[in-house]
C-alpha cells in the first residue's frame, strides 16, 4: 500500500472492500458480521461488495463519511483506493498492449520525450514489464513523496504528471536524487516496490495514446464497464458523496482532514466505489470479457492453458 504522508494513518478509518464469495452465502450474516466488526474496529465507515460466480451478489454500506457526523455512508459515496489502484492503471497500459500500441519488453525511452535510465546502469534498458512487476530498478524518495501531498489545504496536486516525472527521474530536476530515486540492483534484476514506476506508467499512457490519463481511461476502461462514478481528480467529480481521510491522534481519536492529492496520481488517486470496483474484480475473475465482450486480452497472457 502507498505510505501515508508522516504523521498521518490515512484510509484505515475508510475502507472499501470487494470479496469473492459462495453465490449461496446468507448475505444476512455478512451484513451482520460487518456491523459488529465495524465498529468494534472503530471503522468511521465503509463498502461491501461481494462477487459469486464472476457476478455481483451484494453490496452494503456502513457508517459515516465524516467522523462525529450523521452523514451516512450510501453505495455511491467516494473512496480514495490508494495502491488499490495500480491494477486499474494496469489495464490501462495491457489495453495499449491489445491495440498493437506497445509490447511489455519494450524500452520505455522508445516512447517518452525525455530519457529515463539508472544512472548505475545507464546503458540498461527499462521496459513496460518491469514497471508493472516493480522490478525496474526506480525507488520512491519519500523525502519527495511526503512533502507533495496537499495537505492540510487539500485538493488536487498543482504539479502536472509529466513535468513532475521528468523533474524525478532527469538530472537537474526539481526532484533528482541518483541516489534515492535509483536501486543499485540492475534493472530486471530484484523485486522492489514502486510507487513512482505506475506515476512513470501514467506518463506513457499519455504519450501512446495521445489522451489525458484521465481520458483515456474513462474512455477505455470505465466506460465499458460501466464505472460511472469513477474518478482520477476532485475537480472531476460533480457531486460532494466522498469519505472523508482521517488523521488518528493519540488518546483524541480521529480528525478529519481535507480531500487531498499528489502529482504521482496514476499509482494511487482514483475515487471509486465498492460496486463500480467490483467491476474490476469481474473483469479478472471473468478472464477479460464483462458482459460476454472481451474488453483486453490479458487473459491470453495470464490464463495460459
Same mark, same amino acid.
Request: hydrophobic residues 40%; without cysteine.
Given at each position: 500500500m502507498k505510505k501515508t504522508p508522516a504523521p498521518i494513518v490515512l484510509i484505515i478509518f475508510m475502507l472499501l472492500c470487494v470479496f469473492e464469495v459462495n453465490a449461496q452465502t446468507d448475505h444476512q450474516k455478512i451484513v451482520k458480521?460487518?456491523?459488529?466488526?465495524?465498529?468494534?474496529?472503530k471503522i468511521v465507515g465503509m463498502q461491501v461488495a461481494s462477487i459469486g460466480n464472476g457476478e455481483l451478489v451484494w453490496?452494503?454500506?456502513?457508517?459515516?463519511k465524516e467522523y462525529n457526523t450523521t452523514d451516512s455512508i450510501n453505495d455511491s459515496t467516494?473512496?480514495?483506493?490508494?495502491s488499490c489502484t495500480k491494477p486499474v492503471t494496469s489495464l490501462g497500459i495491457m489495453k495499449?498492449?491489445? =491495440?498493437?500500441?506497445? @509490447?511489455?519488453d519494450d524500452d520505455i525511452?522508445?516512447?517518452?520525450?525525455?530519457?529515463i535510465s539508472n544512472p548505475n546502469y545507464p546503458q540498461e534498458k527499462i521496459t513496460f514489464r518491469m514497471l508493472l512487476a516493480h522490478t525496474s530498478s526506480l525507488r520512491d524518495n519519500w523525502v519527495v513523496y511526503d512533502s507533495l501531498y496537499t495537505l492540510p489545504e487539500g485538493g488536487?496536486?498543482?504539479?502536472?504528471?509529466? =513535468?513532475?516525472?521528468? @523533474?524525478y527521474f532527469t538530472e537537474g530536476g526539481e526532484f533528482y536524487s541518483s541516489t534515492e530515486n535509483f536501486a543499485v540492483e540492475k534493472p530486471g534484476r530484484s523485486y522492489k516496490y514502486c510507487n513512482m514506476g505506475y506515476a512513470l506508467l501514467g506518463v506513457l499512457l499519455e504519450q501512446i495514446s495521445g489522451m489525458s490519463?484521465?481520458?483515456?481511461?474513462?474512455?477505455?476502461?470505465?466506460?465499458?464497464?460501466?464505472m460511472n462514478n469513477s474518478y482520477w481528480f476532485l475537480k472531476e467529480i460533480p457531486h460532494k458523496n466522498i469519505a472523508h481521510p482521517h488523521e488518528v491522534l493519540p488518546e483524541i481519536g480521529p480528525r478529519v482532514l481535507n480531500h487531498y492529492g499528489f502529482p504521482s496520481f496514476s499509482d494511487g488517486q482514483l475515487r471509486t466505489t465498492a460496486t463500480d470496483y467490483a467491476q474490476?474484480?469481474?473483469?479478472m475473475i471473468n478472464r477479460g470479457k464483462v458482459n460476454e465482450t472481451t474488453l483486453t486480452l490479458f487473459s491470453q497472457l495470464y490464463y495460459k492453458p
Open positions: 458480521y460487518f456491523s459488529k466488526h465495524y465498529e468494534k474496529a453490496h452494503g454500506s456502513f457508517g459515516v467516494l473512496f480514495m483506493m490508494a495499449l498492449y491489445d =491495440q498493437g500500441k506497445l @509490447d511489455l525511452n522508445n516512447y517518452l520525450p525525455f530519457r488536487d496536486s498543482p504539479l502536472e504528471l509529466q =513535468q513532475f516525472i521528468r @523533474d490519463f484521465s481520458e483515456y481511461m474513462h474512455k477505455e476502461i470505465f466506460q465499458p464497464l460501466q474490476i474484480l469481474k473483469l
